[in-house]
Each structure stands twice: as structure tokens, then as C-alpha cells.
T-cell receptor, first 116, second 112 residues
């Protein structure tokens, strides 16, 4: 199997708070993980690529100081939304791919973030 | 800009019918062509994928057909069930990277 666990599944917090989302590959090692954002009834939009032991690479238009990514081990990547505001409310999804060869991405169940 | 064109955007099928979703890609370097299934409030789950050296792959009620010359692949859901009601995404890979480019998604509703 290829299980990716994402936590928390749902978070509500006040504007100005920082929120950390964890993404874990439970039964495989993942040098590379990805963070996506999805708006209602839309496709997934890649925000950044998380690389174990090195800096994340961000897609155009994504603020790296706003969305901090840390990939400290082969099974864990974290996304921190700093000083969150209502416009950051969205569904955030991570994915991971196995290290060997060109493997499909496996996704977590997403985190629903609501900023009041 | 590399794109993935998916059709239709939405699909309504009677229970027991066949659901067909199509995807047109650009990058022929992809090692596999996946379909993902996403239920509301959940992340996408890999449903089925096909390698480019194979023209068809079947897993239960789900079949992928691959047409390399036309750069298209399709998902067929036989004997569609209400539990298949979900959004389906195909994906291509951005040339020279492991990054996915997703199709726009197809919202399937299977009527009981």
C-alpha cells in the first residue's frame, strides 16, 4: 500500500493565527512531497514541492513567507500558514511519491482550513 | 503552457450504465497515466493507471483505454453505481519534473 496521512482534517481559527498542517507517508519513504490548494468545485492547484533536507520550491504566485514548508524527514512534511486571514480559507491537500522510479502520487485526505 | 484537457465537465448516468471520461495530454514522457477519484471533503485517491506501452487496462469495473498516437486516454466505468458518484481527475506530468498537471475534473453522478 501507499498511505498518506494528513492532520488535522479540519481546523477553524481566528484571523492572525498561524496553522500547521502535517503530512506523513505511513508505509513508504518520500523524498518529495507536494502541497496543493483546492477551491470548491475546482481542480487541484500545486502550491509547492517539498524536498527532504532542502528548501521547498514554490509555484509562481505562492508566497513562501506565507506558506512555510518543512520536510525534515523522509516521512514528514509540514505546511504552516502564517498569520492566516479569511482569504487563506481553503482545502489543503498534500501528496507524496515513493522514492523508487517514476511513481504515482498518493494523496492525503486534505485539511479544511477556515479562518474567521 | 502545458495543459491537460478533460471532458466532459459533468456527467449523469443511470445506475448500471457506462460512464466514459476522456483526457488529452501533451507530455509523452509520462511513465504512466493515472485517474484519480475524489469524494467531497476527501483527497484524491489513485483509481487506476496505465503504462504507455499498454493500450488497455482493466481493474474490476474500471477500464483505461490509451491511444498514444492521439495522445488521449479514457476512463470507462462499467455497470456504474451510485457509490461511483464523485469527481474524477486525470493527470499529466510537467516535462522534466515530477509535478502533476491535473485535468479540470469530471463530476459524475450516478442515479439510483
Amino acid at each position: 500500500g501507499a498511505v498518506v496521512s494528513q492532520h488535522p482534517s479540519w481546523v477553524i481559527c481566528k484571523s492572525g493565527t498561524s496553522v500547521k498542517i502535517e503530512c506523513r507517508s505511513l508505509d513508504f519513504q518520500a523524498t518529495t512531497m507536494f502541497w496543493y490548494r483546492q477551491f470548491p468545485k475546482q481542480s487541484l492547484m500545486l502550491m509547492a514541492t517539498s524536498n527532504e533536507g532542502s528548501k521547498a520550491t514554490y509555484e509562481q504566485g505562492v508566497e513562501k513567507d506565507k506558506f512555510l514548508i518543512n520536510h525534515a524527514s523522509l516521512t514528514l512534511s509540514t505546511l504552516t500558514v502564517t498569520s492566516a486571514h479569511p482569504e487563506d480559507s481553503s482545502f489543503y491537500i498534500c501528496s507524496a511519491r515513493k522514492n523508487s522510479g517514476n511513481q504515482p502520487q498518493h494523496f492525503g485526505d486534505g485539511t479544511r482550513l477556515s479562518i474567521l | 503552457q502545458q495543459q491537460v484537457k478533460q471532458s466532459p465537465q459533468s456527467l449523469i448516468v443511470q445506475k448500471g450504465g457506462i460512464s466514459i471520461i476522456n483526457c488529452a495530454y501533451e507530455n509523452t514522457a509520462f511513465d504512466y497515466f493515472p485517474w484519480y477519484q475524489q469524494f467531497p471533503g476527501k483527497g484524491p485517491a489513485l483509481l487506476i493507471a496505465i503504462r504507455p506501452d499498454v493500450s488497455e487496462k482493466k481493474e474490476g469495473r474500471f477500464t483505461i483505454s490509451f491511444n498514444k498516437s492521439a495522445k488521449q486516454f479514457s476512463l470507462h466505468i462499467m455497470d456504474s453505481q451510485p457509490g461511483d458518484s464523485a469527481t474524477y481527475f486525470c493527470a499529466d506530468i510537467l516535462s522534466g519534473t515530477y509535478k502533476y498537471i491535473f485535468g479540470t475534473g469530471t463530476r459524475l453522478k450516478v442515479l439510483a
